[in-house]
């Protein structure tokens, strides 16, 4: 097959990749109608928001107390939908009405905006957050591409590659925040940008493909916080490759800089974004909502520590809220899970892969490890607080997980049989998302 045929079919498969992602997202968007109570509500306050964000101590707006009193919340304690006009008192809604998601940057809020307005001028559509959920679907279907895009500079076989994008665009556990607004629906394009900029870094080393790398770790913080432990992954990867002397030979000095710049480089939004929300005005401390109290512990949680150690090696175990059959939604749920994290473990433990991607493999499933350490020791010693690590936060972490199981994967009659299971699975989901209508 000539080079421009290679490129012509590299091209459909990441059309089609799209073509998944958005058929998918939509089903599951025009089934699920109630706000998940993973803290859609503020989530969907900060949308309305954009280009201006709230601050500390405000309350969440009319719009969107609305959207949740006519859709309802698909958790118990909730009443029925019930549409009324007026004011409402958002006192009394969850979290005494504070906006918990100002914490977070307007990152992803921005971007997920420009293409629910999008949507709304090109579609009958009406409702900014039904349009938000569906852009939802370009976020998956860029991420996919990404993952399926950066496999194949590095000589991954299309074979393993495409069954693994295909399993994780069936997944319910990306498939749930990609249909809802959150920004977990970004953790695949901020993982894979960090996947693709590393990869040209060790394809053709330069100052410039150095400097995208940092900006990759930079712009994937400002997302959200928890992605560090990507951007951790990126450090610990250049290290093992320097250490090993494989490092590109026109920079071998550099290496270790650049994995200590990316290190640093996350910091620099975060920090910068909460130096920026400690000038506005806080809440109160006798009015402090539930989220920011019932966590908190006395002392450190050495056994936090120890239950929460292993978490992160299995971003996509849960399926967040089960939507549709719960057969279904944690069959498909467990099938994802056990093949993309047990292609990690056999390409990095077993050395099923060649090197590189044996190496990276190696350096994800150690981020994940210390990266839960980290996330339970800054909570403490941030906010005296322990809270049990959901598997969502491994998210950006999975691009690489599945570019690992993709290289395990190499000879013929596995990518088959992975393509096998990644199409049961893919109907499997589109089975159970049908069910919802």
Sequence with gaps: MTRLA??????????GLFLMSALLVSMHVGGYTKLSPIDELQHIDYLYQIPDHPEPDDRVGQRALHQQLCRGVDAEGFGPPACQAGRLDPKVF???????????T??????TRVGAETLLLLTPLDDLVTAGRLTGGLWLGLGLGLIYVVGRVRRISRLPLVAVTVLLG????LLFPSSTIAPDAAALVAGGLMMLTL??????????????LVLACVLATAIKLTYLVAV???GLYLLVRWWRGRSPRSLPRTTPLLAVACGIAFLVVPVAWATYLATLPQITPDDLPAMATQFAVTGFPWTGLSDSLLVLLSPLSSPWVPVGSPQLTYLTTSVVSIVI????????VFGAAREPERDLARATLLAALVGAAGLVVMGYLMAGSYIPLPARYGAALVPALALSAAAAA????????LLAVAVVTATLTAVRLADLS
């Excluded at 290679?6 to 990441?14: A, G, P, T």
């Design 199 to 212: 990869t040209w870094w060790e394809r053709r080393p330069s100052w410039r493909s150095a400097g995208l």
């Design 6 to 15: 290679r490129f012509r079919v590299d091209i459909v498969v990441v059309a």
């Design 341 to 348: 994290t047990a292609g990690a473990v056999a390409a990095g």
């Design 94 to 104: 969850q979290e005494k009405g504070y906006n918990t998601a100002a914490g977070y």
């Design 232 to 234: 951790g992954l990126v």
């Design 410 to 417: 190499q000879r013929r009659s596995a990518g088959w049989i």
């Design 170 to 173: 069936a997944s319910p556990a």
């Design 106 to 111: 307007p990152a992803y809020y921005a971007i």
